[in-house]
Each structure stands twice: as C-alpha cells, then as structure tokens.
C-alpha cells in the first residue's frame, strides 16, 4: 500500500521551519508521500519547495491548487521551480477547479463553464510541465509560450474530480485523481470506473486514484466523531462533496472520517484500495498520542507494500 499524509498547513512567523521538521518527519517515519493544500494560507508549492529542499527521499504533492486565479504557464513555471528545489522524480502537482463560493465570491472569477476552462488550462500546463513549447487558441486562453526552468522529466499531473466530466477529463489528460471526503463506495462505483475507462479509451496508463480522507486511531470514537464533525463541516455545505457524500450514503464528513481501533482503521483503509484507489492519504486531525499512534499504524501499513 502506498500510504501518505496530509501536511499541517504552517502558520505563524517560523512556520516554515515547522513544516520542513514535520515534512523531515513524515519521511523518517517511513510515510510513502507527505500532501500540502492550498487554501488561504502560505502557497503550497512554495512552501514545498523550501521544505523539500531541505528533506530528501519523500514524494510531495498539492492537493490541490485551484487553477482559476492562476495562469496555466504561470503555474507550470512555479510547479517545475519547485521540482527542482525537489530533485527529480518528487514533486506529484495536483490542481482542481475549488469551488465557486470561492472563485466567484472571493476572486471575482467567472465559474459558469468550469469544464470548458480546465480542458484548455490543461492543454496549456500539461506540455509545459513536461518541458514542451506551447501554442495554443481557445476560447479563454491564447498561449505561446516555451519556459526555460531546467530539470529532466515532466511533473505528474493530478487533477481534483468528483463528477462524470471531469474524471472522464482527468483520465484522457492527466495522470489521475486526488480526491477529498470520497468514500469507498463511490470509488468503487463511480470513481474508478470512469476515469479508468476514460485513461483506457486514450490509451493512457491506468491512472493513480489518490483517496485523502481524516483519520484517527482512538478508544473514544464518538468524541472524534464529534470533533471531525466540527473540524471538516465546511466541506458538507459545497455542493461537490454533498454529492460524494449522498453517494456513499452518509450524512456528513463526520462518517466518511476513519475513525477507530487499529483493526477498525486498517480495514477501512483495505476497503478504499480494495475498491480501486491507488494512494491513501490520511489527514490525522488531532494531536498527542493519538495522532502518534495513527501515523504508527499508517507507516505500519506502508511498510507492507
């Protein structure tokens, strides 16, 4: 099993001090990839860069970076300046469209044709992280651009998709998926079904399907419960996750949260590869020894391959 985790978002003035030691740590601990979001806090591939820098032998990723408010060559060039800040072979970029409470309400962007925008946003990222000049003339962007950052290799691609389109999108055009409080159900049966149907029809790879979910190992569960319900909230009131979560046919972000003993936990993590996902992340959303003792129990799983 791969097994990965999301990082704590830094915050305060040595905050980046404290996400390269969590990062040194993570690798130490024996975690296969260490996950960075990008909300409204420091920039993820940023912050990535600085850390990574410092911590060899960990895969990094974002999840994920919304392409709205950045242009597609813009985003190449920091992806690829991070990669090499990196070393070759580690950096995973993962990118979605967020929300429209937020690309509207908070950007001022026009969210009306989201699918329309990300299939020309990828047509200009895409050879642009792989080292490719680009010319391209769409609807919304005229691109003719080559960039110069060194390296070898190009930088993966994964995109944040939840419906029909936009995963039969992810599968023809990019490496694969991230996905958020998406359960084992529906990677089952939505999921992985389209998008490996969609990278098969393009004669792509089989694309990797990376399921990031909260996790906690923990003898009080219902209080963990309470307190993921609290945590994750937000998330059950955007309309994307809504629909993942009516899918699985749970109420909230409190039961898609794993949460449990060691056994209740480990089997809940097999079911997600079980039912197509390649990549767990977990999102260990408390402290002390509880959170010590779900990355003991996550690395344990990820030493077994």
């Known amino acids: ?49 600085v850390a990574s820098s410092q911590v060899p032998d960990i895969a990094i990723g974002t999840a994920v970076v919304p392409t709205y408010p950045r242009h597609p060559g813009a985003l190449a060039q920091q992806a690829r300046t991070t990669a090499l800040a990196a070393g070759p072979n580690r950096l995973t970029l993962g990118i979605g469209l967020s929300h429209r409470i937020v690309i509207e309400n908070m ?60 995963l039969r999108l992810a ?7 991230v996905l958020w409080m998406t359960g084992a159900a529906t990677i089952r049966d939505h999921i992985a079904p389209t998008i490996t149907a969609a990278a098969a029809a393009a004669d792509r790879p089989a694309p990797r399907i990376v399921c990031a979910l909260p996790v906690l190992v923990t003898d009080d569960v219902e209080a963990a419960r309470q307190k993921a319900g609290e945590n994750f909230a937000a998330y059950g009131a955007l309309p994307s996750y809504r629909a993942m979560m009516e899918r699985e046919g749970v109420d909230g972000p ?16 097999e079911a997600i590869f079980e039912a197509g996902a390649t990549e767990f992340v977990g999102s260990v959303f408390v402290g002390g020894d509880e959170a010590a003792h779900t990355r003991a129990l996550l690395t344990s799983l990820a030493s077994k391959g």
């Open 1 to 49: 099993m791969r097994i990965g985790t999301l990082l704590n978002a830094p915050s305060g003035p040595d905050g980046l001090r404290r996400l390269t030691d969590e990062l040194r740590r993570s690798a130490e601990e024996g975690f296969d990839s260490a996950w960075l979001s990008h909300i409204f806090g420091v920039d993820a591939l940023t912050a990535l860069a």
């Open 254 to 269: 409190e039961d898609l949260a794993i949460i449990g003993s060691e056994k209740q936990v480990s089997a809940r993590i």
């Open 107 to 166: 950007f001022g962007y026009d969210f009306d044709r989201p699918t329309r925008h990300m299939k020309e946003y990828l047509s200009v990222l895409v050879p642009l992280l792989e080292g490719s000049p680009v010319s391209y003339s769409g609807e919304m962007y005229t691109v003719n651009l080559q960039l110069s950052v060194p390296g070898e290799g190009g930088v993966p691609v994964l995109l944040a998709a939840l419906g029909s389109q936009m």
């Open 171 to 177: 599968g023809r055009r990019t490496d694969g998926t």
